[in-house]
Each structure stands twice: as structure tokens, then as C-alpha cells.
Nanobody, 123 residues
Framework: QLQLVESGGGLVQAGESLTLSCRNKGTPLSPYAMGWFRRAPGEEREFVASISWSGAMTNYADSVKGRFTISRDNAKNMVYLQMSSLKPEDTAAYYC????????????????WGQGTQVTVSS
């Protein structure tokens, strides 16, 4: 099973960039599609981006398309989320998650979750 640990969150100003990392300490990452989700205060957890096990297929929420890029390095057991042109509405706790259900899996199909890393974007 996956053991996911996120890092890289912090406080940035609007327009700046930030890269989140997700390290897997468990079984090999390669069979799993991986996703990034976020939850803002008072809101439900929402999908941000996902990537297939090979990295060949990616999906993005409309709100981040063109600004965020998800990538993975299976050899290093790592998943990344590059975020640029950050906006105050991107402020949230960001979570890395894994699923065997493919990159189009719904949130309920993700079986493994990290503890989250906080991103705060000031205006």
C-alpha cells in the first residue's frame, strides 16, 4: 500500500509559483494513478489534477488548467504539482492521493491519502 507524504506548501503572494511534492514511502508507485486534491476552509475536498500510472495522461480541474502541472517520477516514487500564477482562491490544504482506478477515477475511488500540505496565497 502507498504511504504518501506531501511537502512544499507555504505562504506566497498572488502571481507567484510553488511546487508541491508527494513522496511515497510504501509499495512501488507505478501501478497507481495519482491525484492532487485540495480543501479550502469550510469547503469540501475538490479535485485538482490527476496523472496516469505512466504519466502519459493527465487531467485538470478547469480552475487550474493552464496554471498547474502534475508530473511523476516512478523511479523516485515521487509526484509533483507545479503551480504558477497563484491566486488567493487557490488557498487550501493540498492532498496527494493514489488509486488503481485510473486517472479519471472519482474521489471516492482514491484509497491512499497523504496528510496534506497548506498553501496560502495572499493578495
Amino acid at each position: 500500500q502507498l504511504q504518501l507524504v506531501e511537502s512544499g506548501g507555504g505562504l506566497v503572494q498572488a502571481g507567484e509559483s510553488l511546487t508541491l511534492s508527494c513522496r511515497n514511502k510504501g509499495t512501488p508507485l507505478s501501478p497507481y494513478a495519482m491525484g492532487w486534491f485540495r480543501r479550502a476552509p469550510g469547503e469540501e475536498r475538490e479535485f485538482v489534477a490527476s496523472i496516469s500510472w505512466s504519466g502519459a495522461m493527465t487531467n485538470y480541474a478547469d480552475s487550474v488548467k493552464g496554471r498547474f502541472t502534475i508530473s511523476r517520477d516512478n523511479a523516485k516514487n515521487m509526484v509533483y504539482l507545479q503551480m504558477s500564477s497563484l491566486k488567493p482562491e487557490d488557498t487550501a490544504a493540498y492532498y496527494c492521493a493514489g488509486t488503481l482506478g485510473g486517472p479519471r477515477a472519482t474521489i471516492t475511488e482514491y484509497d491512499y491519502w497523504g496528510q496534506g500540505t497548506q498553501v496560502t496565497v495572499s493578495s
